[in-house]
C-alpha cells in the first residue's frame, strides 16, 4: 500500500499571499490530521477531518483552515501568510476504525514565507 | 491544559549502550501513547505505542513502559546503533472519538560510532 503522500513537498510564499496544501491518505483510510512543526513550537495540531467532516481543531487563527473530499483527500489553506507560518505541515491519516488509534504520517510540505 | 514534557532534549550515546527517553502527560483520560521517529527530511514513522490498560511493551531492542498514576511513559533502545540517530517524539492520545495527538517536544539522540 502507498504511504501518505502530501504536495508540493517544498513551497516558498511571501507575505500576505495564500497557500494551499494537499494530503492523499493511505487507501482507506478515513481520517486526516494536519500538524505544524517548527523548531520552537515542535509538533502542534492543527485540525483532523473525518468523512469531509472537521471533528477537533487547534488553537490556531481562523487563516488556517482545511477540508477533506469525499474521496478523503485533504487540503489545508492558509491566507494572509505571515512570516511565522514558515513550518513543515504534516498530514497524517488513520483507518477512522474503532480501536485503530495509530496515526501515519506523511513526509511533509516545507513552507517558508519571505 | 493538555501537555506533554519530554527529557531530555539532547542524548548522546555509545554505540552499544542504552538509551532512555521520558514522557510526562498532564491529561489523566490519555489512554495512547505513541513513539515516534523522524529522520532529516522526513514524516515522523511510528517506531512502538502503548494503551493504557498494559504497563510495558517491547520489540526486539526497543521497550516502552508507561505508569498511569505518576502519568509518566519512557521509551528504552538497547543495543543502540548509528541508524538510530533521529529525533523521536512521545504522544499521548484520548480515546474521544478524535484522533488528536499532544507530542512531547522531541530528543535529538545521537549514537557515536
Known amino acids: 500500500k502507498a504511504g501518505v503522500t502530501q504536495t508540493p513537498r517544498y513551497l516558498i510564499k511571501t507575505r500576505g499571499q495564500q497557500v494551499t496544501l494537499s494530503c492523499s491518505p493511505i487507501?482507506?483510510?478515513?481520517?486526516v490530521s494536519w500538524y505544524q512543526q517548527t523548531p520552537g513550537q515542535g509538533l502542534q495540531f492543527l485540525f483532523e477531518?473525518?468523512?469531509?467532516?472537521?471533528?477537533n481543531k487547534g488553537n490556531f487563527p481562523g487563516r488556517f483552515s482545511g477540508r477533506q473530499f469525499s474521496n478523503s483527500r485533504s487540503e489545508m489553506n492558509v491566507s494572509t501568510l505571515e512570516l511565522g507560518d514558515s513550518a513543515l505541515y504534516l498530514c497524517a491519516s488513520n483507518p477512522g476504525t474503532s480501536g485503530a488509534r495509530t496515526q501515519y504520517f506523511g513526509p511533509g510540505t516545507r513552507l517558508l514565507v519571505l | 491544559g493538555e501537555n506533554v514534557e519530554q527529557h531530555p532534549s539532547t542524548l548522546s550515546v555509545q554505540e552499544g549502550d542504552s538509551a532512555v527517553i521520558k514522557c510526562t502527560y498532564s491529561d489523566s483520560a490519555s489512554n495512547y501513547f505513541p513513539w515516534y521517529k523522524q529522520e532529516l527530511g522526513k514524516g515522523p514513522q511510528l517506531i512502538i505505542d502503548i494503551r493504557s490498560n498494559v504497563g510495558e511493551k517491547k520489540d526486539q531492542r526497543i521497550a516502552v513502559t508507561l505508569n498511569k498514576t505518576a502519568k509518566h511513559f519512557s521509551l528504552h533502545i538497547t543495543e543502540t546503533q548509528p541508524e538510530d540517530s533521529a529525533v523521536y517524539f512521545c504522544?499521548?492520545?484520548?480515546?474521544?472519538?478524535?484522533?488528536?495527538?499532544?507530542f512531547g517536544t522531541g530528543t535529538r539522540l545521537k549514537v557515536l560510532a
Open positions: 504522544a499521548a492520545s484520548i480515546a474521544s472519538g478524535t484522533y488528536k495527538y499532544i
Open positions: 477531518y473525518f468523512s469531509e467532516t472537521q471533528r
Open positions: 487507501s482507506g483510510h478515513r481520517s
